[in-house]
């Protein structure tokens, strides 16, 4: 069962800015990345579940959180069915991120009060996922859009949250971008946890991308 409600994320979601992406089988390696997004700063992780026996990975990885990680939200993301939701809800997860936007997915999230976030590339996609009781919308792939279309669909509906995901990188000028057309959060995955930063397991690197990160992103928040 979530510990924390839709309302809950969508708070520290807009009040950090940054949700990383991870996903790798490796579950103690999975501890270390966890715990060095932690020390960096970040009270988000999207696990990404995309691997055979993902779900087993995520189990032992929230309960890790829930013990040794006070206030780490653990959610997971590349969820394509209400089954999936359903499963991992009952493992934890305190918010569900889709690639797609998905009607039963909605459902049996807002039962629950769990966020969840679909992937949504039109404004007709977006206003039925607001219709459905999204908080945050997922911007996916974000490369495709830019940061020129959330402007433009902030002008007519200033209330719509997004994160984008794909197309965001660490560096200044790309958060700026983002954040000067009004995103709410931005999601970072292989941009912040490099291969590089898994191969050599430098966690002290990652912790420092995620402290510097988040600096840049307060910065342009204010």
Known sequence: ?????????????????MVPLFYHEDIELGKKVLRACYDGGARLMEFTARGDFAYEVFLTLN?????????????????TDAGAASMFMQMGANFIVT????????????RRKVLWSPGCGSLTEINKAEELGC??????????????????????????????????STETSNLKGWFDAGVTCVGLGS????????????????????KETLAKIKELKN
């Open 135 to 168: 908080e945050i919308v997922k911007l996916f792939p974000g490369s495709t859009y830019g940061p020129g279309f959330v402007k433009a669909i902030k002008g007519p509906q200033p209330w719509t949250s997004v994160m984008p995901t794909g197309g965001v």
């Open 63 to 79: 309960k890790f959180a829930l013990k040794e990680l006070p206030g780490m939200i653990m959610g997971v993301g590349s969820i």
């Open 191 to 210: 941009q912040l946890i490099s291969k590089e930063i898994l191969a050599n397991q430098d966690f002290t690197a990652l912790e420092n991308t995620v």
């Open 99 to 110: 690639p797609s936007l998905r009607e039963d997915i909605a459902i049996v999230c807002n």
């Open 1 to 17: 069962m979530a510990k924390y409600t839709r309302i809950e994320v969508a708070n520290v979601m807009k009040e950090t800015g």
